[in-house]
């Protein structure tokens, strides 16, 4: 039996060719990056954790009329997808202050947003991922002013949904990123995943700035259990079914 087909090898998931040219198999890693990748180490379980809570996710998503390329969850790290071609833009959706916003405009860590922000960047790790206006997004011809629209509209509704999801799983949704895909029909498609890779996360019943943490912000400033935060997450989605 021949070995399946490795497409590509992200810094988190390994994408495989399947028998139909139409579905791809994603298989999430346990590796772990911060900072462009200046930052490289191994987050036991994640795999499974951010395979799990994404496939739970996107089935929600799909059922309230968001289209995502989300198939099948095999196996524990392995999820079936949709074949897309992906558009290189990640769109980042904040509710609360933190992160780059905070260190590029002052802004106070934790400060609500009167407005969800949706902010979109480069996806190029070579460049950094740079910040883009819907100007250099079409110097870029990295989107087409339709899909842009169609992207941000998309990404308000996701934002809606998840916020209200997490609220009733006493998470607090600060900000995540996302990314989709066109399908062979031309339709847009949220793809990658939604997991504490992808989104801040804050305990809402706890106030002190480092304990209420439970995502990957614990890797990225060393606050320690990680592995914990990540379970937990997971734990407190999956008790909401």
């Known amino acids: 039996m021949t070995s399946p087909q490795a497409l590509y090898e992200g810094k988190a998931k390994i994408i495989y060719a399947t028998p139909d040219s139409q579905i791809l198999r994603a298989y999430y890693k346990d590796d772990a990056t911060a900072f462009n990748a200046q930052k490289r180490g191994s987050i036991t379980g994640k795999g499974e954790v951010n395979c799990t809570m994404s496939s739970y996710l996107f089935q929600k998503l799909e059922v309230a009329g968001i289209p995502t390329h989300w198939l099948g969850q095999p196996s524990p790290r392995e999820m079936l997808v949709r074949a897309v071609k992906i558009i290189p833009l990640e769109v980042v959706v904040r ?74 799983c006493g998470i607090t949704l600060v900000d995540f990123k996302l990314e989709y895909g066109v399908d062979d029909q031309g339709q847009l498609l949220l793809a990658d995943e939604i997991s504490p890779d992808t989104c801040r996360l804050w305990d809402a019943n706890e106030s002190d700035p480092e304990r209420r943490v439970m995502d990957k912000d614990r890797f990225r400033k060393d606050l320690g259990q990680v592995e914990e935060a990540y379970q937990r997450v997971l734990e407190q989605v999956l008790a909401h079914c």
């Open 95 to 168: 509710n609360i202050a933190a992160g780059s916003l905070c260190l590029q405009t002052g802004i106070p860590v934790g400060t609500p947003l009167e407005e969800p922000l949706v902010d979109f960047y480069y996806k190029d790790d070579a460049l950094g991922d740079p910040l883009l206006t819907p100007a250099r997004i079409q110097l870029l011809r990295a989107a087409t002013p339709e899909q842009l629209e169609g992207l941000t509209q998309l990404s308000l509704s996701v934002n809606h949904y998840l916020s209200q999801f997490f609220r009733e």
